[in-house]
């Protein structure tokens, strides 16, 4: 009778385990879960509306993340979600006024402040976002000085608005801290080349594609200097490397066209433009 009992005991045992790994397996239901036993979890409820912002149920996560901020309106982590959640959305507005709420609840966390600048950024105002994407990448960079991205950030505003010299600093002084980001290198190979400096524009490239080979843009860009310099040969090898790497990039097929025309080939230049979608 024991002997059976244990036996059952065990398979009841088994059962259950086996339930609740099915529950653990699944992030949703397994904070759903959670919730259900204590309502007042506003950790959970931010991690349940991340879990579903993944699986894009956003109106069901951001659902959740009003939830969070219900129990908890400091909760700066279930802010950003919700503002990143928007961004996604385009609704950058929303995302803006989200961030700064964040940050006036905690004026520390570089996190808001990059967002925040994303936000301005993809905005599309330049005029009026560029101090405030400005403002909140600097107050970043201040926070955590070690992150190269915000470097990057920084610089690719300063090029847009002109101010190359800024942007060849910033991207100078992440390359300092991070000398193995290709994307550091390839910009700043871009504003070398802007700037009439083809030498030092030809060894940033070729710094970035000892980092990255498989990015078809250095590629492009490093063939649009040797072709301005004369180097027809090397020019012809990157704007083909580029379309071997993406068979779909218009930008290094034009450029192509453009070489082919340069070289007299003007039969190849026109098979080229034709495949260029108008």
């Not at 950790?43 to 912002?53: F, T, W």
């Not at 871009?190 to 030809?202: D, F, H, M, R, T």
């Amino acid at each position: 009778f024991f002997y059976w009992l244990f036996i059952i005991f065990g398979l009841f045992l088994s059962a259950v385990t086996f339930s609740y790994s099915k529950v653990w397996a699944d992030p949703i239901k397994f904070y759903s879960r959670i919730i259900s036993l204590s309502p007042n979890s506003f950790a959970a409820y931010n991690n349940l509306g991340a879990e579903l912002e993944k699986a894009g149920l956003r109106e069901e996560a951001r659902r959740s993340f009003l939830c969070a901020l219900s129990i908890n309106p400091n909760d700066v982590i279930a802010y950003n979600n919700l503002g990143k959640s928007y961004l996604k959305d385009g609704q950058f507005d929303k995302a803006i006024k989200l961030f700064k709420q964040a940050i006036e609840k905690d004026p520390h966390q570089a996190v808001l402040y990059y967002n925040l600048g994303i936000a301005h950024k993809l905005a599309g105002d330049l005029t009026a976002s560029t101090g405030e994407y400005e403002k909140s990448f600097k107050m970043a960079k201040k926070l955590i000085p070690w992150d190269s991205s915000i470097y990057l950030e920084l610089a690719l505003l300063y090029r847009k608005i002109g101010k190359k010299n800024e942007a060849v600093q910033e991207l100078q002084e992440g390359i300092s801290i991070d000398p193995n980001d290709p994307l550091l290198h390839l910009n700043l190979g871009l504003l070398y080349k802007e700037q009439g400096l083809p030498s030092k524009a030809i060894n940033e490239y070729l710094t970035a594609l000892r980092l990255d080979p498989n990015l078809a843009a250095i590629y492009n860009n490093l063939g649009v200097v040797y072709a301005n310099t004369g180097n027809l040969k090397s020019a012809l090898f990157c704007f083909l490397k580029a379309l071997e790497l993406d068979l779909n990039y218009n930008e290094a097929r034009f450029n192509l066209g453009l070489l082919y025309i340069q070289m007299g080939q003007n039969l190849k230049a026109r098979e080229e433009f034709k495949q260029i979608p108008e």
